[in-house]
């Protein structure tokens, strides 16, 4: 295993360039952009690489990782765990925070000297903000916010970049045939990272950075984090409601439910249109993409545009009084009835549960204590 991964893959012939496209035989390789925050990845990054690396295998190239920071050796290592064969670092005092400049300086340093075919990161702000830099320097296309990355194999290699067009009526394949790298922002939640193995081996490629302060412009004087912000595409539990809720008030009902379990309230577009709960909690085409390990949906009929938002999630447990609700075809759990009487129960039931765990927990330290001290047994 450890070796195969450090092989070089067999490089088929050169691209038999189609009639209209250049030769990019010369360009090789994914590369996917990991994003952090203080030396905490995004799982955007983590997913990235698992769909990159099924873009690699149909390519037959190498999966690469770009890690940009300062102190972030670890995230080198976790790309390499989570898929990358080779990573590419930057590690620096200049590049503790989020700078378009150097940032984009980095990148370009990597993709002029690495040449891969295509560069994905994910469509957050910075993703977004950093990918738009790279491709007008270099300059390439870029597809933004896609929600499905796939290739045409040998000869033409085109990454075929889908996402919703027209006011999400309809899915645009986006093709850069002119230019390389072929570029892509992709929406968090939408593809599966690889499961973590921190025996897969790689290499890391430390590069320099080789840009003084003085030649950044923008400075970071504080980051200020804003706390009744929620993000939703992090967590890994979501109660969510729509409008079977009925108006904002039941939305507190699941919160309570939420903070139970130390997850997040999430909302179908008819609750956040009808101005219950604000469109950060929305889950559903227009709305986030979210692939929690368990997701709650409650009073939500399971229209195809909430279901494309949140189908991926572990664990779906639907919650709705009418049997033959779309929901349920989703959904790993069903419960058939009101859903006022059904959330209360429920959170009271983690309450009573996570009470007698915490009470397990108390008698084990208390019986190792005993142990330690008397030898007694309880
Ligand atoms: C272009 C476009 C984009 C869209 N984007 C999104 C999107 O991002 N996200 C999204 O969610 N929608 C989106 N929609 C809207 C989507 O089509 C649905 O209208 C919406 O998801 C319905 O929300 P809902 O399930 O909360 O409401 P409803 O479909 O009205 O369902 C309410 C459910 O609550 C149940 N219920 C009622 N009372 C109770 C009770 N007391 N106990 C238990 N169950 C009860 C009912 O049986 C029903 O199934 C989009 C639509 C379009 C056209």
Redesign the pocket.
């Known amino acids: 295993m450890a070796e195969e991964a450090n092989k070089q893959p067999e490089q088929k012939p050169a691209a038999q360039p189609a009639d209209d496209m250049p030769d990019w035989s010369a360009y090789r390789g994914v590369l996917v952009y990991i994003e952090h925050r203080d030396g905490v990845a995004k799982s955007v990054s983590w997913q990235l690489l698992g769909q990159g690396k099924k873009l690699a295998d149909k390519l037959e190239v190498d999966l690469m990782a770009l890690v940009i920071g300062d102190n972030v050796k670890h995230l080198a290592e976790e790309a390499i765990a989570y898929g990358a064969n080779r990573v590419f670092l930057f590690d620096a005092k200049e590049l503790k925070s989020y700078r378009t400049r150097p940032y984009s300086r980095a990148s370009m340093k990597v993709i002029h000297e690495i040449k891969p075919e295509i560069v994905l990161f994910g469509a957050t702000a910075t993703g977004r903000d950093l990918a738009g830099a790279i491709a007008t320097h270099l300059p390439t296309g870029l597809t933004a916010d896609t929600t499905e990355l796939d290739v045409e194999p040998h000869p033409s290699r085109l990454l075929l970049a889908s996402r919703p067009a027209f006011?999400?009526?309809m899915m645009a394949t986006i093709l850069c045939k002119q230019y390389r790298p072929q570029m892509a922002t992709a929406r968090a939640g939408v593809f599966e990272a690889l499961p973590r193995d921190p025996n897969r081996q790689g290499e890391i490629v430390q590069f320099e950075f080789a840009m003084n302060e003085s030649e950044i412009a923008a400075k970071v004087l504080d980051f200020i984090q804003d706390q009744s912000k929620i993000n939703i595409e992090e967590a890994e539990i979501i109660v969510a409601g729509?409008?079977?809720l009925?108006g904002p008030e039941p939305f507190k009902m699941l919160k309570e439910l939420a903070d139970e379990l130390g997850g997040v309230v999430g909302a179908?577009?008819?609750?956040v249109d009808a101005g219950w709960i604000k469109h950060e909690h929305?889950?559903?085409?227009?709305?986030y993409t979210v692939r929690p390990k368990l997701y709650f949906a409650i009073?939500?009929?399971?229209?195809v545009?909430?279901l494309v938002?949140m189908q991926n999630s572990g664990i779906i447990v639907a919650?709705?009084?009418?049997p033959d609700?779309p929901i349920f075809k989703a959904a790993h759990y069903g419960i058939v009835?009101?859903?006022?009487q059904i959330v209360p129960a429920i959170t009271e039931e983690v309450r009573k549960r996570r009470g007698l765990s915490f009470l397990q927990e108390e008698t084990a330290a208390a019986k190792s204590t005993t142990n330690e001290e008397g030898g007694i047994r309880v």
Request: proline share 0%; glycine share 26%; charged share 20%.
């Open positions: 006011s999400e009526k729509g409008r079977g009925g179908s577009r008819a609750a929305q889950v559903g085409q227009t709305g009073g939500i009929s399971g229209a545009q909430h938002g919650i709705n009084r009418d609700a009835g009101d859903l006022f």
